[in-house]
C-alpha cells in the first residue's frame, strides 16, 4: 500500500501568517508616515471586509456602501463636537446612525437584485453625499467638522500618538475579522451562499431569501459603521468625500481586486489602493493611470482576485 503524499501548506495561510506577525510587530520600527498608511489599511480592511459581505457572500453588488461609512463618522464628529458628548455617547450615536440607516435604506433595496441593486445604492449614496454637502448648519458643508479629539485620550490610554492608535486599530480590526469569519461561516453565512450561487433554489426550499438578504445589508451596515467610527478618530475629521461616489467605487476595487468572498483578499485590496494611492502619489500625478493598469493585469491573470490565485488550479 502507497504511503499517502504529504501536502504542501496552503501558501494562503503562509502569507496571512506573516501578514499578522508584520501588523502585530512592525510598527515600533516604521515611521510615523508608514504607521499612519498601516492605520489606513486596518480601517479601511474592516469596511473591505463589510462590502464583501455583501458582495462575496451574498452576490449583491453596491456602489453605495461608503455611505454608512461616511454617516458613522459624522455622528462621532457631530456628538464630539458640536454636543460635547463623551466617547462612549459619540461611539454609540455613530454606530446607531449608521446601522441605522443601513436598516432602513435595506428595506428599500432588498428587493432588487443584480445591475438593479448596483443603480439603486449609488443612487442613495448620492443623496448621502448631497446631504452631507448641503446640510451645512449641521455637517459643515465643504468645511466639514474638524476638532474631533483623539481616542486614545479620551479612552485614558496611557500614550498618545500613531503607534497607540494603531494597535487600537488593530484590536477592533481583529474583533471584526472575527466575527465576520464567525458569521460566514454559520448557517445563516452559509445562507447567503446559497442565495448567492441560486436564489429561486432557496427560495423553493423554503428560505426566506429577502429576510437573508435584507439582514445581510444591516450587518455589513454594521461592520462600515465601525470602520467609520475609527476613521473618525483617526482623521480627527470629517468630510462629504467620505460618502461620495469615488469613495465607494475605491471600495468596490478593493474587493475585487483582493478577491470577493474571502474576507482576507478585501484587506489585501484595501493595502494595495493604500499604498499605491499614497506611495504612487508622492512620484507621479498619474497614480490613477498605475492603479487601473495594476487592476487589469489583476483581472487578466486573477480574475478571481489575488488571494484566490491559483485556486482553480487544486485538485
Known sequence: ????????????????????????AAPPFLSAYWVGLLTQVVILGILAMSLDLLIGYTGLPSLGHAGFFGVAAYGVGILSTTYQAGVVASIAGGFIAGTGLAALLGLIVS???????????????????????????????????????????????????PIPFYYLALVVFAACIVLMMVLVKSPFGLTLQG??????????????????????????????SVAGIMWAYYNGFVSPTYLDLTASSELFLMV???GPATLVG????????VILKNVMSAYTA???????????????WAPQGLWNLGRHRRS
Do not use: Q
Not at 500500500?1 to 502585530?24: K, N, S
Not at 437573508?212 to 455589513?220: K, R
Not at 478585501?266 to 489602493?273: C, D, E, M, Q, T
Open 111 to 161: 428587493h432588487v437584485r443584480d445591475v438593479y441593486f448596483l443603480m439603486i445604492t449609488m443612487a442613495l449614496g448620492m443623496v448621502l453625499w448631497g446631504l452631507s454637502f448641503r446640510w451645512i448648519p449641521v455637517t459643515g458643508g465643504d468645511n466639514g467638522i474638524a476638532g474631533i479629539p483623539r481616542l486614545e485620550t479620551l479612552i485614558g490610554l496611557p500614550a498618545t500618538g
Open 1 to 24: 500500500m502507497a504511503e499517502p503524499r504529504a501536502t504542501a501548506p496552503d501558501w494562503r495561510l503562509v502569507v496571512a501568517g506573516l501578514g499578522a506577525v508584520f501588523l502585530l
Open 256 to 258: 475585487t481586486l483582493g
Open 286 to 300: 498619474r497614480w490613477l493611470l498605475i492603479l487601473g493598469i495594476v487592476y487589469i493585469v489583476t483581472i487578466l
Open 195 to 224: 442565495i448567492r450561487e441560486h436564489e429561486p433554489r432557496m427560495r423553493s426550499l423554503g428560505f426566506n431569501t429577502w429576510l437573508h438578504g435584507y439582514l445581510s445589508y444591516v450587518c455589513a451596515g454594521a461592520f462600515a
Open 266 to 273: 478585501p484587506v489585501i485590496g484595501a493595502g494595495a489602493i
